[in-house]
């Protein structure tokens, strides 16, 4: 659910425009800073590498108040929220929303690797979640001692960015690192660390510990603090009327996933079926979430279980990826008729729940009457939906608990092993080929409860995921950057078929005596 995270970077894309000439777009710029970096993206922007995008265009870009040449336009994708500084004298089409998904194609040199983890902050001495002003001072901390550039909304810290970096907060204060898009699990590995190391320098001294787990276990919902960010209002406002776990959700979840890259609408597509094929065996083997408020849940996955009842518009397994016309069109009409939360204008969250993209299309909003939508709307509405597996202009992971810091390098391991290589990646989609819609759903359903031991077929599920596990430590392999001892963590789970929950619960029925208490040390990161 982070805002500002990308498995590439936010870009200004430079394409022909496909109406009347004369029509443009004229971007008003705040600086001479902006005009400056606009020139410099439009300059060195690549041609885009999918059929359904249109042939880029390098434009002459001039002063801080910035025009386009006749017959040509500039599309704004920034990171949201953001102050809206496009002025739109042509209306978005759905074309323009497929072609942004599109621009995200790049060819295979140029695929990285996006990171995301979240992680519960909480008081060494009492166990208590960290409080917003404690958050706040962490996060003050953490830039001024390494040099991070400070997020806010009104007068509240909400973020921090460095670089590609960004660190941000979930709805109750969950801590969350999107990472850079780096080109190695190496890399990735050492980004986490680093990011540990400053976390950790300045929470110790503050006596707040971190927790890697995928459910918090101890406290409830009331007991966990609201972050000041409007999004997230909204979004708590709105939850009860379409879930009954939506709450939990926002306020008591932590995961890990990943952002990869695509070369075409082909290879999205494979990418696509074949990681929401395999997101419950994913789910599986980072199961980390059997306790709430002090007690085993009947889950080895709770967080997981939870996305079955939060919002079913905008969550699940996406059946429609399966047919034969799937692909960026297909998924602009899905997320054209998901029911939005909030347009952002003049610093400002609009409350439009219930409504839209389609209509805002349209420009016959409520919320905003007559108003159109930019691309900045587009990104962000995108980042309200979530399926197991969510497309942007890269794919998002989305189906594994936060754990602790290990499994924070197998997760990126296990998915690029798979989808980064071509012979793994085939026969993925060979053994999973012939699953059906139900069989899918059905491991989606049970797998949350039963992992590993799901039965499935003429087995169990833990026969499928040891011939996977094998396909991605195989494809590492290949890729040839000495990458497959990430997998490790995740190797043995198959092999003893036993997952972090359950081994949650046999510390907790043993050696803990029944409490839950001790699970912040044992995960402490």
């Known amino acids: 659910m982070a805002l500002i995270s990308q498995a590439s970077p936010s870009y200004f894309i430079c394409t022909e425009i496909r109406h009347k000439a004369g029509n443009n777009v004229v971007f008003s710029m705040t600086n001479n800073t902006e005009a400056s970096k606009m020139k410099e993206l439009c300059a060195g922007f690549l041609p885009l590498s999918c059929n359904s995008a249109k042939k880029a265009h390098i434009l002459q870009v001039d002063g ?26 042509e209306p978005l089409t759905k074309q323009d929303l497929v072609d942004y998904l599109a621009s995200g194609c790049k060819p295979k040199e140029k695929w990285r690797i996006g990171t995301e983890h979240e992680k519960f902050g909480f008081e060494i001495g009492t166990l208590h979640p960290m409080k917003y002003e404690q958050i706040a001072e962490l996060l003050n901390g953490i830039a001024e001692r390494f040099d991070w550039e400070k997020i806010m909304e009104g007068d509240y810290i909400i973020g921090l960015k460095q670089g590609k970096q960004s660190i941000s907060l979930e709805p109750g204060g969950q801590f969350e690192l999107s990472g850079a898009p780096l080109e190695t699990l190496h890399q990735t590995c050492a980004e ?6 400053q976390v950790k320098a300045v929470a110790e001294e503050m006596g707040i510990g971190f927790l890697g787990i995928g459910f918090q276990p101890k406290w409830r919902l009331k007991d966990i603090p609201v972050m000041p960010k409007g999004r997230y209002e909204i979004m708590k406002n709105y939850m009860p ?30 990418k696509f079926r074949a990681g929401l094929a395999l997101q419950p065996i994913a789910t599986a083997l980072f199961a980390n979430s059997p306790f709430t408020e002090g007690k085993p849940n009947g889950y080895l996955s709770k967080r997981s279980h939870i996305w079955t009842d939060t919002d079913k518009n905008r969550s699940g397994m996406l059946p429609f990826v399966f047919d034969d016309s799937f692909g960026f069109e297909q998924y602009v009409d899905y997320a054209l008729d998901v029911p939005m939360y909030f347009v952002y204008r003049k610093k400002k969250y609009i409350d439009c729940t219930g409504m839209t993209f389609r209509d805002f299309l349209a420009g016959k909003l409520p919320c905003i009457p007559g108003e159109l939508p930019t691309l900045n709307d587009w990104e962000n509405h995108l980042t309200t939906i979530f399926p197991e597996v969510r497309l942007k202009r890269y794919l ?6 936060g754990g602790p810091w290990r499994r924070l390098c197998a997760l990126p391991a296990f998915w690029v092993g798979i989808l980064y290589d071509e012979v793994s990646l085939q026969k993925v989609l060979d053994i999973t080929a012939d699953w059906t819609t139900e069989e899918r759903e059905m491991l989606r359903n049970k797998v949350p409860t039963t992992g590993l031991k799901t039965p499935f077929r003429d087995g169990l ?19 040839g950057y000495k990458e497959s001892g990430f997998l490790n963590e995740v190797a043995e789970v198959v092999r003893t078929g036993v997952t972090p929950a359950e081994k949650l619960l046999e510390l907790y029925n043993r050696k803990w005596g029944q409490s839950v208490d001790p699970v912040f040390e044992e995960l402490l990161y």
């Open 192 to 197: 986490v660390n680093s990011h540990l190391y």
């Open 396 to 401: 998002e992971m989305r189906g594994a608990d």
């Open 64 to 89: 801080p108040g910035v025009g386009c040449k006749r017959g040509h336009r500039v599309i704004v994708a920034a990171s949201p929220p953001t102050e809206d500084a496009v002025i739109v004298t």
């Open 461 to 479: 599920l833990r026969h499928v995921a040891e011939e996977v596990v094998q396909l991605a430590k195989d494809g590492l392999e290949r890729r």
């Open 241 to 270: 009327k379409v879930g009954t776990l939506g709450l939990d959700m926002m306020f008591r979840t932590c995961t890990v996933q990943v952002n990869l890259d695509f070369s075409s609408e082909d290879d999205m597509i494979r």
